[in-house]
Structure formats: C-alpha cells, structure tokens
C-alpha cells in the first residue's frame, strides 16, 4: 500500500478481523482517523487497499447498514511499509488479533515505537483491546522484550498503555463484499483514562469512554457478558443447540445462565463501590437480550472456543468464582458452568484447546485437572461440586437434570 496522505490523523489497528473492522476501526473511522488495518490475511488486506471502505450492517428489527471510510491495510510482516506510517501523524495504536496472538504483533510495535524515537515524534497511546484483564500491560511486557534500555526510557515517556475493555458482539458474517461487518447496535468501549497521553494530534474519539475505575469495568463485562456467553454456549453445546440464540431461547438455559449472572452479579456489586444492584440487575437483562437478538446468528462453537483460555484463573468463570469465595457468597451456578465448560467437546473441532483439555482429563483424570486449573486444595468443597456437576452433566445431558 502506499502510505496513507496525512490530511487526517493516523490511527493503526492490529487484527482487520470482526471487532477490528465490525467496531474499534469503525469507531476510529467515524472519530476522523484514516485507521491503516495490519494484518495476516492478503485477501483482506488487499481488499482493504481497493475499496477503502466498507458496509457496518446492524443488526436489529430496523436493519440500516452505516459506511465505513478512510481505511487501508498493510501486512504485518511488511515492516518497511509499517514504519514509513508511523513517521505520520499517528495518534493511537490498537489491537484485536485474540489474547493468544498479542504477542506477536509486539515486534510490529516495537518497530513503530523504534523509528518514531529516531525521527522524535511525539507521544501516541496504545490500547489493547482483547477479552483479557490487563491485555495492554501484557502487550507492553511483550514490546519492552523487543527494546534496548535507551528505547524503553522513550517508551516510558512517550507511549501511554491502556487497558481497556471492549463490548460489542460481532460475530463471523456472510456477505458478498469480505470486509462487510454485521453488528449489534449496542456497543461499550471505556478506556483507562489516567494511562492516556496528550498526542499530536489529540483527537476526541467519539465513541470511546474514559474511567478512573477501569478494574471495576473490566470485571463487570468479563464477569457479566463474557461469563454469560460462556456458560450459555458450553450449556448450549451438551442441549445440541447450535447457536447462542437457540441456547438461550431454551428456557432451562436461560435460568442457569440467569442463575449464574445473578451470583457473579451479586459478588461485583460488593466488591466495587461504583456499582449498585438495581444497576447491576438491569445490565443483567440487558446482556441476556442480547443474546437473543434473533436477527444474529454466533454459533456456540465461537462463543465458547479455546475453553482453557476461558478456564484461567481471572478469567470469566474462575474470576467471578474467586470473588464469590472472598465474600462467601453462593456460587451453585457458576460451578456448574465451570463444568459445563470442561465438557466441551465439539465433534471434529480444530481448536487445539478443546484436544488439549479432553487429553488432560483423560490422561490425569479429572479432579486433577480441576486441582490445577483452580489452585484451590484437595477436599476444597467447591472441587467437589464442580466434580459432582460434571458426572450429572456428562451422564444425563443438561435438560434432563431439571
Ligand atoms: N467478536 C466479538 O464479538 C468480540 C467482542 C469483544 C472483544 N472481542 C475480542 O477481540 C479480539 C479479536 O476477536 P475477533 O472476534 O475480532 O477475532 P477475529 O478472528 O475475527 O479477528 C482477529 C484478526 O487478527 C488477525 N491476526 C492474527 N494474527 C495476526 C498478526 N500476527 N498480526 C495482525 N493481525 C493478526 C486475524 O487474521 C484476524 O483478522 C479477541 O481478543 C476477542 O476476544 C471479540
Ligand atoms: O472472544 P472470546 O473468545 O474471548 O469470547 C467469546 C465471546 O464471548 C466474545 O467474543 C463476545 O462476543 C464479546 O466479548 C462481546 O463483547
């Protein structure tokens, strides 16, 4: 590609893929950035490079689609043509490439940061924005490993990393154009605002909210839409419901999943002044809405892929588990979709963590997995459940068990 003419601001997005083009690009776009798109599919890229636009169509009764314009790609391995970019104005980097990917697009960074130090540009701000708590820090640690001493001191006073947390689902879409994107109107992007720098230019990205409790906000999503999604599409797996639609449209998934959200729910609220249960209640229903939006089609085996990722400690299920310990408060259900998630098993998946689980559990056996994916001790009362989930769920299905 050639290099973008700087009439407008520069924005470099990591990952053209759903929540690449489907929202943060777009909202980067529509804030008056040209967002340069970096990644490791030709087709996209060079479609990117052709059109200069696309179709974002959203997904509700009301159908409309907006356009999305002023945006290009580049290979991430086409490091001459990255670094050519960053000597433009260039205000913010971000990323959606999958928390297992994010290291690798730390050398791309690197190279960024590297000759925009040579050329001393001014501060930029990076911002992860993956379903991972502190998925900005992770990449810092990752770009500092590709740094000497003297880069990293430029680092520290010119890059500012922040975490943020990400909501909008925007699953896989058939289109006839490749870039077109299919959303739900709904959308929540909030940024940590005390790890953004004052860039050149400063632009105020509409459609990006800015907090002090950037923790609290993380959690809730992780632990309230993320969780959700999780349990409702392991449990929607063993009831042989394809989608997430037609998972949470069964009503004995609905009121686990209810079930669930209603303990994690109740552990954030005390746990984090800023929200209260009323508030908390309604974001609830408002989560299992979306899930029924029946005008968008996530397969379950989306939703719930890569169950390990999905199965660490902090993570959305474990993470929402461990708070309710700290305040001894039920967690039936939360459990329950711990083993839920240990069941998930799709016939002839490709994803390597669905191979690598059901091969640990056969070769250690359960309780030890459950030992080690949790860290909780031998006898700990809530090993036991998760156990006895398990064995009810993988003997009788999940309907039955109602
Ligand atoms: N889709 C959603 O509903 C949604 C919503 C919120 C957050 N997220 C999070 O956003 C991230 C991306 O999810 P997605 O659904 O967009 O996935 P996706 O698979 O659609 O997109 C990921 C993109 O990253 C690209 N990529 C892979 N390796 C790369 C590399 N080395 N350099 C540059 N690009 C690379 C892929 O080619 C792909 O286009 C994940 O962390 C996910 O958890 C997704
Ligand atoms: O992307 P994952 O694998 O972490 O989680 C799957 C879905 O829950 C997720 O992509 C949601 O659609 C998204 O987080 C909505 O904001």
């Given at each position: 590609m050639n290099v973008p003419n700087?009439?407008?601001?520069?924005a470099i997005h990591f990952g053209a893929g759903n929540i690449g083009r489907g929202f943060i690009g777009a909202v980067l776009s529509q804030a008056g950035f040209h967002v340069v798109f970096v990644d490791v599919q030709k087709d996209i890229i060079d479609a990117l490079n052709e059109e200069h636009g696309y179709d974002l169509h959203i997904l509700n009764n009301e159908s409309h689609t907006e356009r999305v314009e002023n945006v290009s790609g580049v290979m991430s391995t086409d490091l001459e043509t990255i670094k050519k970019i960053s000597k433009e104005p260039v205000s913010i980097i971000t990323t959606a490439v999958g928390a297992g990917v994010l290291p690798k697009v730390a050398k791309p960074i690197a190279e960024i940061i590297k000759t925009r130090m040579v050329d001393k540009r001014g501060p930029i701000d990076i911002v992860a924005c993956e379903?991972?708590?502190?998925a900005t820090d992770l990449l810092k640690e990752e770009i500092e490993k590709e740094l000497n001493d003297d880069e990293c001191e430029y680092m520290q006073e010119n890059i500012g990393f922040a975490v943020c947390t990400v909501d909008r689902i925007v699953p896989p879409f058939e289109s006839?154009?490749?870039l077109d994107a299919g959303v739900e109107p709904f959308y929540e992007w909030t940024v940590d605002r005390n790890s953004l720098k004052k860039t050149d230019p400063d632009v105020t990205i509409k459609g990006m909210h800015t907090t002090d409790n950037l923790d609290a906000y993380v959690q809730r999503k992780l632990f309230t839409l993320n969780c959700g999604h999780a349990i409702t599409s392991y449990l929607g797996f063993l009831s042989h419901k394809p989608t997430i639609l037609e998972a949470i449209q069964t009503p004995s998934i609905h009121s686990a999943v209810s079930k669930a959200l209603r303990e994690s729910g109740t552990a954030?609220?005390?746990?984090?002044?800023?929200f209260n249960e009323d508030d908390h209640n309604r974001y609830i229903e408002t989560t299992l809405h979306r899930f029924a939006n029946p005008h968008i089609?996530?397969?379950v085996t989306r939703v719930g892929k890569e169950p390990l990722r999905k199965l660490k400690k902090g993570d959305r299920l474990l993470g929402p588990i461990e708070m309710c310990?700290?305040?001894?408060?039920p967690r039936e259900g939360l459990l329950m979709g711990v083993a839920a998630a240990l069941l998930f098993a799709p016939k002839d998946s490709e994803d390597e963590q669905v191979k690598e689980l059901k091969g640990m559990i056969e070769e250690k056996g359960l309780r030890k997995v459950v030992l080690?994916?949790?860290?909780?001790e031998e006898g700990d009362e809530d090993v036991e459940?998760?156990?006895?989930?398990?064995e009810k769920l993988k003997g009788k299905g999940f309907d039955c068990r109602l």
């Open positions: 700087a009439e407008k601001p520069i379903n991972l708590q502190h006839k154009n490749i954030l609220v005390k746990k984090h002044a800023i089609q996530d397969e310990r700290e305040f001894g408060l080690e994916l949790t860290g909780w459940k998760v156990v006895g989930e398990y």
